[in-house]
């Protein structure tokens, strides 16, 4: 007679805020398909720049860097007070966790806000030509995950504020930071494309 052997599992409790958590793999399997969203926007902005002959239309010029690059720094501060607030609650550190996480807020909304004027100011649509699609499609598709964090992160500050989390209680705040990061960082190879991508390829 064969025997199943059994599988501790006394640690996997609700709220382990590691790699022991199924949730901590469920952002991480997130993650790891919309990268792959972000890579193929990517090739197709490539592709479509390389096989045009002119990049951007004529008529359209290259979008102006001031605004998104400043939103790209208020990004990458966001990340930086995300990170600070993980560190806290690791150190038991309730206030400097709700500090942290609502610091990050604050500093996407802020993005969120610069981003709609620069939206509201182009000049093409979605549907005059491919620059325009693509331009379009990228923008929303992050201006969406932007939007998301803030309202997301939005209720783990006030859970935050309210002491919910603890260095054991911390998977929400794990998994939000994560999600974070990604979200920031992958503003990164779209501030190139869109914005460095016409200076260079429009050479």
């Given at each position: 007679m064969r025997v199943v052997?059994?599988?501790?599992?006394?640690e996997m409790i609700r709220f382990n805020p590691d790699r022991r958590?199924?949730?901590?793999?469920?952002?991480?399997?997130?993650?790891?398909?919309?990268?792959?969203?972000?890579?193929?926007?990517?090739?197709?902005?490539?592709y479509l720049a390389a096989y045009a002959d002119v990049w951007p239309p004529s008529g359209e010029s290259a979008p102006p860097m001031l605004w998104p690059s400043i939103n790209l720094g208020l990004l990458m501060l966001s990340s930086l007070t995300m990170f600070l607030a993980g560190q806290a609650i690791n150190?038991?550190?309730k206030r400097g966790l709700a500090i942290g996480v609502t610091a990050s807020v604050l500093l996407a909304t802020a993005v969120l806000v610069l981003r709609s004027l620069e939206l509201m100011a182009y000049e093409f649509s979605w549907k005059d030509h491919a620059?325009?699609?693509?331009?379009?499609?990228?923008?929303?598709?992050?201006?969406?995950?932007?939007?998301?964090?803030?309202?997301?992160?939005?209720?783990?500050?006030?859970?935050?504020?309210r002491g919910y989390f603890t260095r054991q209680r911390q998977i929400g705040v794990v998994v939000d930071t994560n999600y974070w990061y990604f979200v920031c960082f992958a503003w990164i190879p779209f501030y190139l494309l869109l914005?460095?991508?016409?200076?260079?390829?429009g050479q």
């Open positions: 052997k059994g599988i501790d599992v006394a958590a199924p949730l901590w793999w469920g952002i991480l399997g997130l993650i790891t398909i919309e990268s792959a969203v972000v890579l193929t926007f990517c090739v197709s902005y490539m150190r038991g550190n620059y325009g699609s693509i331009v379009w499609t990228i923008s929303g598709f992050h201006y969406v995950h932007v939007t998301s964090i803030v309202f997301g992160s939005a209720v783990v500050a006030i859970l935050a504020w914005y460095w991508g016409p200076r260079v390829y």
